[in-house]
Every structure is written in structure tokens, then in C-alpha cells.
């Protein structure tokens, strides 16, 4: 006991002359701060930096104005499509925002004293690094630039991506990646490496065939006679979507005892869904209450 009194009592005055020359280190450099230029530093960097960024706002809105402008005007020609020039549009204006923002923080980094340039060099040698695990991306903006050139898809364009197993519409074709909104609205992200074969359904007039199960031995040429009086109904509603049909093809086999009556028209793409669904829901309904059966089984015919 009488050792440990004697060590805390001859380490006590050091742990005290220690903090006091810590404190007064402290203090000596507190008071060498120059206030007067600090605050004048960092007001000058403020000022400065709030310059930056109302000027960069006011060339961000012109440049917008400038694109929507040309956008406009590019639209009223009828030989250029709307997705086309849609697709056009997106990209001119996401390559304007990242050339924009690069700028931006460049010049926000030399305000601040960052030397952008040794960052540069820097990131120079580093990207001989990460460029082989860049390989991907760089892969996803020579695929963007090859589907935009040859314009494979437009912005408003139903497509399929057959090996993926998504189809949509697309909303969006960038370098990098393309969008596609699902028929139940689902917004797809895929990247531009993962398109192999693009099956574009837009470009031409789509076929549509409408078979509505029927028993034949009801009586096969009043069900025919139903079938073209809602033909000749609802044709002239889609007098403009329609552009041939629709014809009445007849029996077909659906296979294990199940037959249909098949109709066949060709209309205008994006419309096929909303048509389709409109003179099918008037084939059965006018069938039903003609007394005919819509079998939901299997048939099998003896």
C-alpha cells in the first residue's frame, strides 16, 4: 500500500504539468488564428460559390428552353416520327445534365482549393486499374450508341426482348441502359449489354386473331351469322385503327376436341389490345345471349 501511495503521488504532478502544456498549446494556437482574414476567406468562397451556382441554374434553364425549342420545331416535320424525336430529345438532354453537373463540381472543387488537377491525373492512373472492371459498362454505351444509330427502338415503342423474357413499351433509350414499362406497370431497368434480339412491334400494322370457343354442333352457321353482324357493328367504330378487317377465317382445331371460330384483322400498332378486348367481350356477349355455349373446358366430342 505504502508503495502505491508513493508511484500516484510522484506521477500526479506530471499528468498535471502534461495537461497544462496541452492546454496552453491550445490557447497559442487559438490565438493565432487570424480571425479577420478567416472570415474574410470564407466569405469570399461563399460569395463565390453562390455566383457558381445561379450561374450554372441560369445556363441550365436556357439550355432546356434551347433544347425544348428545338424539339418543337423539329416536330412540326411530318417525315420525322414523334418517338424518334423523343428519343432524340432524352438523350440530348441527359447528355446536357451530366455535361452540366461535371462542370459544375469542377468548378465548385477549384473555388474550394481542391486541386482538381492532381485529382485528374489521379483518376487518370486510376482508371488503367478499374478499366478491366469496367468492361461491362463501356459495353452497355457502344450497345446504346449501335441501338440509337441504327434506331432499332424509339421512345413510345412496344418491344419484346426475347432473351431476357420482357417486353413493354419503351420509355426511355439512354447509352446506358433502356427503360420499358410492363403491361401491368412494372418499369424494367435493363442494361444495354443484356439486349441481344430486339423484336420491335411497332413498325408495321399488327395482326390480330380472335378465337372464341364455341360447340360446333349448336349450330355452326348461326354462330358465323353472330359473329359477322358484330363485324360489321363495331367495324366502323375503329374505322381508323382498322386498316384490314376484319375477315371472318372461319373453324379452327384448338386441338383435344376444342374448336373456335377465328376472326383476323390488321390495325394500327398500340392499338391491338383495346380492340381486341372490345369485339371479344361482343362476340361472347352476343353468343351468350343468343343462347350458344362459351365452353371453359376441355370439349370432348364423341
Known sequence: MFLLQATTDSTAPQIIEEA???????????????????????????IMLLLLIVLFAIINRAGKKIIDKTYKRYSQRQNVSTGRLDTINTLINNVFQYTLFFFLIYSLLSVLGVPVGSLLAGAGIAGV?????????????????????EQQMDVGDYIRLLNLGIEGTVTSVGIRST???????????????????????????????????????????????????????????????????????????????????????????????AIKEDFLSEYVSELSQAGFTIPNTPIVLP
Do not use: C
Open 20 to 46: 497544462t502544456k496541452n492546454v496552453n498549446a491550445l490557447a497559442r494556437w487559438w490565438d493565432n488564428i487570424d480571425w479577420d482574414a478567416l472570415i474574410a476567406t470564407i466569405i469570399d468562397k461563399g
Open 129 to 149: 486499374a478499374i478499366g478491366l472492371g469496367a468492361q461491362g459498362f463501356m459495353t452497355d454505351i457502344i450497345t446504346g450508341l449501335f441501338i440509337l444509330i
Open 179 to 273: 427503360q420499358l414499362k410492363g403491361a401491368d406497370g412494372t418499369i424494367h431497368y435493363i442494361p444495354n449489354r443484356n439486349i441481344t434480339t430486339i423484336s420491335n412491334t411497332s413498325r408495321a400494322n399488327m395482326q390480330i386473331l380472335i378465337d372464341v370457343r364455341i360447340i360446333p354442333d349448336e349450330g355452326y352457321d348461326k354462330i358465323q351469322t353472330i359473329i359477322e353482324s358484330v363485324n360489321e357493328k363495331l367495324a366502323p367504330k375503329y374505322e381508323e385503327q382498322i386498316q384490314t378487317g376484319p375477315t371472318l377465317f372461319g373453324l379452327v382445331d384448338l386441338g383435344n376436341g376444342n374448336f373456335a371460330i377465328r376472326t383476323i384483322m390488321y390495325v394500327l400498332n398500340g392499338q391491338q389490345f
